[in-house]
């Protein structure tokens, strides 16, 4: 049987298999010797052999790809075991050998569907295995990441003026080589800082006539990519967008609304608060908009 072919194999017919492989091994138990030895494996023989069949189950009312995973992972590791305890069984000669080795048999098998199934949900979430495409993140790579962006434009009057993908109606814009969209250009550098990777500056030059007046969008994608070719994905994000006028609160939703398709995450992981600067200095001035954005990235 081929990888492909395993992976095909329905996830009630993997359940009931698990299922029965973990009865199968506690009848086995059942009819190993009273020493203390055969003692220690029958505990550990049927806690990892029922660990299979519970976190196979688990695994299918798993909420996210990753909690899929996950579980997935659990019944590799704990039908690598029943295997080690089984192969025991046999080298110790506790039973006969004719007896243990079908299961034993059975366990590779099922641990050779498990591993296949893990590996095709990460090619089908569009992520690299492990093996086949380094992480950018220096090994081991970390559960979660954080990463912080800080962006300032000019004011200037007659130009527009475009904060989160939303262009506000005002007498002044960004001067900037692309849209000046602070909030996407602070977002793009707070998950290039996550991933130790550059910045906006270095990744899209302002020198760069392929960038001028470019929507700032694209600048987002290409850190969202980063981000899902290092193997993660968005926590939440807080973002600050700091401007005297006009104000951001009716336009909160439509940012919000932006950044979530963007980044490929919920609403409710991005979060935005306005803030004036107290007429202090050019931000206060109405001269100036900034934004500062921390960023949660979870390994996926
Ligand atoms: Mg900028």
Redesign the pocket.
């Known amino acids: 049987m081929d990888e492909d072919s395993k992976v095909e194999m329905s996830p009630q017919v993997m359940m009931a298999r698990t299922k029965e492989f973990s009865l199968r091994v506690m009848r086995l138990c059942e009819a190993l010797p009273g020493s203390p030895e055969a003692w220690s494996i029958r505990k550990q023989l049927c806690r990892c052999a029922s660990s299979v069949a519970a976190n196979y189950r688990a695994a299918q009312r798993g909420r996210s790809k990753r909690e899929f995973t996950a579980k997935l992972g659990i019944v590799e590791e704990e039908a690598d075991e029943s295997a080690y305890w089984l192969e025991t069984v046999i080298e110790t000669e506790m039973l006969p050998e004719q007896r243990v080795r079908p299961l034993l048999e059975e366990c590779h098998e099922l641990l050779a569907i498990v591993v296949a199934s893990i590996k095709s949900a990460r090619r089908s979430a569009g992520k690299p295995s492990p093996s086949s495409k380094p992480s950018a993140i220096r090994h081991p790579p970390s559960a979660m990441l954080i990463g912080h962006g800080f ?3 000019r004011l200037e009057p007659g130009l527009p003026l475009t904060v989160g993908g939303v262009k506000l109606e005002h007498d002044r814009g960004c001067a ?1 080589h ?1 849209d ?3 909030v996407y ?2 977002v793009t550098d707070a998950i290039l800082g996550a991933l130790g990777q550059d910045d ?1 500056g270095q990744l899209f030059p302002d020198n760069d006539p392929k960038w001028k007046g470019a929507e ?1 969008r694209v600048f987002v994608e290409e850190a969202v990519k980063r981000m899902g070719d290092a193997g993660y994905t968005i926590g939440n994000l807080d973002i600050t967008v700091i401007l005297e006028r006009p104000n951001l609160g009716l336009h909160k939703a439509s940012i919000k609304q932006n950044l979530a398709g963007l980044l490929g995450c919920d609403l409710s992981q991005v979060n935005i608060k306005g803030k004036t600067h107290e007429r202090v200095g050019a931000l206060g001035e109405n001269k100036a908009i900034a934004c500062h954005v921390v960023v949660l990235l979870i390994r996926d």
Do not use: Q, R, T
């Open positions: 962006d300032l434009h900037a692309s000046g969209d602070v250009h602070a906006i700032s």
